[in-house]
């Protein structure tokens, strides 16, 4: 069975920066395009940005230029570098197989403060 743990949030101010990092076990890790969710109060869960096996990546429009996903194979260990942090980056944080096949982990509280 297929674990996810993501880790790196907290609360930080407009303008800052936090790194998530998502540690799986139990898949072909190497093999997957993985993704990063977020789901804010009241709204669905959204993919904020995948990548590919081979490391191609791509972004929500709302995130492009500001956000970057990467992966190390070797700890099998997906990352979401947040930079430039809005309040509407808020959310709950979640990364999970690029079309979401997993269950879901606990998710890590990202909180922007205006």
């Known amino acids: 069975q297929v674990q996810l743990v993501e880790s790196g949030g907290g609360l930080v101010q407009a303008g800052g920066s936090l790194r998530l990092s998502c540690v799986v076990s139990g898949s072909t890790f190497s093999s997957t395009a993985m993704g990063w969710f977020r789901q804010a109060p009241g709204k669905l869960r959204e993919l904020v940005a995948f990548?590919?096996?081979?490391?191609?990546?791509n972004y929500a429009d709302s995130v492009k230029g500001r956000f970057t996903i990467s992966r190390d194979n070797a700890k099998t260990t997906v990352y979401l570098q947040m930079n430039s942090l809005k309040p509407e980056d808020t959310a709950v944080y979640y990364c999970?197989?690029?079309?979401?096949?997993?269950?879901w982990g606990q998710g890590t509280q990202v909180t922007v403060s205006s």
């Open positions: 990548i590919s096996s081979g490391g191609s990546t």
């Open positions: 999970n197989s690029r079309f979401s096949s997993w269950h």
